[in-house]
T-cell receptor
Framework: KQEVTQIPAALSVPEGENLVLNCSFT??????LQWFRQDPGKGLTSLLLIQSSQREQTSGRLNASLDKSSGRSTLYIAASQPGDSATYLC??????????????FGKGTKLSVIP | DTEVTQTPKHLVMGMTNKKSLKCEQH?????MYWYKQKAKKPPELMFVYSYEKLSINESVPSRFSPECPNSSLLNLHLHALQPEDSALYLC????????????????FGEGSRLTVL
């Protein structure tokens, strides 16, 4: 059974710092890995999707890497801003059979960026 | 348009009520999902529909009844719920290629906040 771990569980940084969020997974037979952002009481916003054949994806100040063989992904946030404060969730997608795919989520990293 | 729309945003119901949550997407996605999320926890998968057929039911109690009337709509019918069912219910969709191994990006709605009294 796939297990996804995110470290750290919480992180507080001053504005302007660069930071790295970590995600690890136990089963390397994944189709893709997706990073989400969730604000309190809201839905999940997709940040980056990395297919299993890719090594990294970039969007603005965000860069996500994937090392499938070692079961690791990192989300790099450059020049952090108070508006980046949220919970960041990592999820890996595996095949569940019957033409369906299933996401397994980590527990998230709660990020606070202090002005 | 990368939007998944959920209604209602908030719902309060008694344990004897019958209500429904609705989800709609117009991205042409053929996979739709219901997730349940409790406070400070990650989302938990409840149901998956693939090409309008229920393909995954994660041992969800029968008081939750999903329905997929067409490729754009997903409903979750609620009946005789318990207070512990209070949670944020999230709908998601993705484009999956049947038999092609295409694993699409999941898009989530804003959720329906359910309170059971």
């Amino acid at each position: 059974k796939q297990e996804v771990t995110q470290i750290p569980a919480a992180l507080s940084v001053p504005e302007g710092e660069n930071l790295v969020l970590n995600c690890s997974f136990t089963d390397s037979a994944i189709y893709n890995l997706q990073w989400f952002r969730q604000d309190p009481g809201k839905g999940l916003t997709s940040l980056l999707l990395i297919q299993s054949s890719q090594r990294e994806q970039t969007s603005g100040r965000l860069n996500a890497s994937l090392d499938k063989s070692s079961g690791r992904s990192t989300l790099y946030i450059a020049a952090s801003q108070p508006g980046d404060s949220a919970t960041y969730l990592c999820a890996v997608k595996g095949y569940s059979g019957a033409g369906s795919y299933q996401l397994t989520f980590g527990k998230g990293t709660k990020l606070s960026v202090i002005p | 348009d990368t939007e998944v729309t959920q209604t209602p945003k908030h719902l309060v119901m008694g344990m004897t009520n019958k209500k429904s949550l609705k989800c709609e997407q117009h991205m042409g996605h053929r996979a739709m999902y219901w997730y349940k999320q409790k406070a400070k926890k990650p989302p938990e998968l409840m149901f998956v529909y693939s090409y309008e057929k229920l393909s995954i039911n994660e041992s969800v109690p029968s008081r939750f009844s999903p329905e997929c009337p067409n490729s754009s709509l997903l409903n979750l019918h609620l009946h005789a719920l318990q207070p512990e069912d209070s949670a944020l219910y999230l709908c998601a969709s993705s484009q999956e290629g049947r038999g092609q191994g295409i694993a699409g990006e999941l898009f989530f709605g804003e959720g329906s906040r359910l309170t059971v009294l």
